[in-house]
């Protein structure tokens, strides 16, 4: 069993400790110890990061984990470690002291929560950048709500309130009514109780600073429904609140001066240029058309007149999508038509819908004979494309073909 120093002095940045246990893996090596600083990923917590040293070997420790016995994994330079040889243990502070304090910013926000909205905190997280809280909450959570909570959880912080941290053998009913959250079955002795009086008092393991006013600040940056009464409330505490609004504001000024017109609210901006992009295809979309109708206009009168059909032949410059919307439009307005069309590497064929006697899926499998690619379609309408020969040549195979039906 590792002893967790970290339980009883979370400030404790560097110690020595006796080697237990090592693994080695392929590029990495595990390895346990008598007692450790050393914080195992859980409770929404993530592990420490630092460096275990000993004569002629160094770990860079990237992942702890494990209830009873604390494995440290990381790269090894040097030798490998014996059971039974002390090593010095040193943390990565920067990151263990950030996460303490988005620790502690959770007990008071979700406190406050609880007190304000009655609501309970069902899961808690923190990540790289931000934390995030699952709480529920009946209704519509809004930004009023937020901002409430956050005014009362920030005059906590200021009000430098200490952090305790108890341990019990077994709780009395007196405490238990004290608790926030019931304490789980899970839970062995000793059970330790994290307290910020007149606050908050809640069985917890992780870590945590002594006093309120070390959080800094507490920001709740983002926050969506998840499911039917559950909200999440994404925020951060300490210097994760700078680096997180510095890096939202470098966003929003940015977006901003993308804009034609950079004068604030960014919202207004936003919907003037949503507005502009539907008129502006309002606009294509009347041209479009325009130029159909006088594309439509050339084609027929070069059209072919067989057996009472007018054939139009024509290489497409469009790629197929849009060629295809051009060639339902014209056969479907012009009765008895036939359009025969080629572009780059495709071709398509369509006919009015009174047009009796050819199909044009019929055709095309014709004309694929002789050019060889695929496709396939229906009556009215038949796509093909891969053609071993050019357009022009499918296009000549295609009326020839066409002949024979009419
Ligand atoms: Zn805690």
Redesign the pocket.
């Known amino acids: 069993m590792t002893k967790r120093l970290f339980y009883t002095d979370p400030y404790l940045k560097e110690s020595i400790a006796i080697v237990q246990a090592v693994e080695q893996g392929k590029s990495i090596v595990r390895l346990t110890l008598d007692r450790t600083i050393f914080y195992p990923e859980g409770?929404g917590q993530p592990s420490d990061k630092g460096i275990i040293r000993g004569e002629g070997f160094e770990i860079k420790v990237e992942r702890v984990y494990g209830r009873d016995e604390i494995w440290h994994e990381g790269k090894i330079e040097g030798r490998l470690p014996q059971a039974g040889e002390e090593v010095k243990l040193k943390l990565d502070w920067e990151w263990r002291y950030e996460n303490m304090k988005q620790?502690t910013g959770q007990?008071i926000l979700s406190a406050v929560l609880k007190d304000l909205y009655d609501s309970n905190t069902t899961g808690f997280q923190i990540f790289e950048n931000y934390n995030k809280i699952e709480i529920d909450f009946e209704g519509k959570l809004t930004w009023e709500h937020i901002l409430r909570a956050e005014i009362r959880a920030n005059e906590i912080v200021q009000k430098d309130l200490p952090v305790e941290i108890e341990f019990y053998e077994e709780l009395t009913e007196h405490l238990r009514k004290q608790l926030r959250k019931e304490l789980s079955d899970k839970v062995k002795p000793p059970i330790r109780i994290?307290r910020i009086p007149g606050v908050d008092v809640i069985p917890?393991g992780?870590t945590?600073v002594k006093s309120t006013r070390e959080v800094g600040f507490i920001k709740v940056v983002n926050f969506y429904k998840k499911s039917k009464n559950i909200w999440r409330v994404e925020f951060a505490c300490g210097n994760r609140v700078l680096n997180y609004l510095d890096e939202l504001l470098k966003d929003y000024w940015g977006s901003l001066d993308e804009m034609p017109n950079k004068n604030r609210p960014l919202v207004e901006r936003v919907k003037e240029l949503k507005n502009e992009i539907e008129k502006l295809e309002e606009e294509r979309k009347a041209l479009r058309l325009e130029v159909w109708e006088w594309k439509a206009k050339v084609l027929l009168s070069k059209a072919e007149e067989v057996g009472g059909i007018r054939v139009i032949s024509h290489v497409e410059e469009l790629d197929m999508k849009d060629a295809q919307a051009f060639v339902v439009y014209l056969v479907d307005k012009n009765p008895n038509s036939i359009a025969l069309v080629v572009g780059k590497n495709y071709v398509i064929f369509a006919k009015n819908r009174g047009v009796k006697g050819v199909s044009m899926r019929a055709l095309l499998r014709e004309v694929l004979e002789e050019t060889g690619g695929g496709g396939g379609g229906s009556e009215v309408l038949a796509k093909g494309g891969g053609f071993k020969v050019e357009p022009e040549k499918v296009l000549e195979i295609a009326q020839k073909k066409l002949k024979h039906f009419l």
């Open positions: 409770g620790h007990h994290v917890c992780g945590h």
